[in-house]
């Protein structure tokens, strides 16, 4: 295959190639290193992750803190093992040369077993980094849950909030390397648009970045992480809990 590389790639699809490439390192950089007065959610969320450990340090029990963190490694779990499905599905099809030209054939693509065998790979490229940031992430949180379990119940203990801060970072490590995971994911997705041509590869690539910088700069669930005074009050003063400001009081 590798002797036939230089004629099944067109300039156009090295460029639509180069491009889905640019857009997924520029989308993670974008999003993890975002301009200072616009953050993201993912830089958003940082702050209420520390704030997360700090509450934590008072709360006793701690089954609530305990569930959520189980339920983020099960997130994880979740798509890693979707992405290893992922993988295998595509080296079995890679593997038959015959089923590629069926492939081929039955969907009637403008290309070859050659050009398509090439396509696949890139998708096998980008899910099997979103596997290897999963498994990461993955085992991050369960860093996570052992300086979680470490952080004294008691807020007068001197290790107590050092301790919850260190857990805190981590946490935001092991977030880091999901939302990685999950870009890349969104990518995989829009490499399969090569399938049908360079100019669909192009199309798919804006269409993702598109949607996941609206979702991490443009969208309501930013909004509302951001400034809950944009909410409905009833709702952050919901009645029976706590005091309510002079203008919702009956």
């Known amino acids: 295959m590798l002797i036939d590389l230089p004629a099944a790639l067109m300039p156009l699809d090295l460029l639509a190639v180069a491009l889905l490439l640019l857009a997924w390192a520029g989308t993670g950089y974008l999003c993890e290193n975002p301009p200072s007065g616009r953050p993201s959610v993912s830089v958003l969320m940082k702050d209420h992750r520390r704030t997360w450990m700090r509450e934590m340090v008072s709360r006793s029990p701690r089954i609530f803190d305990a569930s ?18 992922a993988i295998g599905g595509g080296m079995a099809l890679i593997g038959n040369r015959d089923r590629l030209e069926t492939l081929v054939e039955d969907l009637t693509l403008a290309t070859d077993a050659v050009r398509l065998e090439l396509r696949v790979i890139l998708v096998l490229f980008i899910v099997a980094n979103a596997f290897l940031k999963f498994v990461w992430a993955h085992r991050v949180f369960g860093y996570c849950a052992i300086l979680m379990a470490a952080v004294p119940n008691d807020p007068e203990d001197a290790r107590a909030y050092p301790l919850a801060a260190q857990a805190a970072e981590v946490n935001i490590n092991a977030a880091r390397n999901f939302n990685s995971g999950l870009r890349a994911v969104f990518f995989a997705l829009a490499a399969i648009g090569w399938l049908l041509g360079p100019v669909a590869l192009i199309l798919t690539t804006v269409a993702t970045s598109f949607a996941i910088l609206r979702a991490e700069f443009l969208s309501g669930t930013r909004a509302a992480i951001l400034d809950p005074s944009g909410l409905d009050p009833r709702l952050l003063y919901p009645p029976g809990f706590g005091p309510r400001p002079p203008d919702l009081r009956d």
């Open 68 to 85: 959520v963190i189980d339920s983020l490694r099960r997130g994880t779990a979740f798509f890693a093992s979707g992405s290893m499905i």
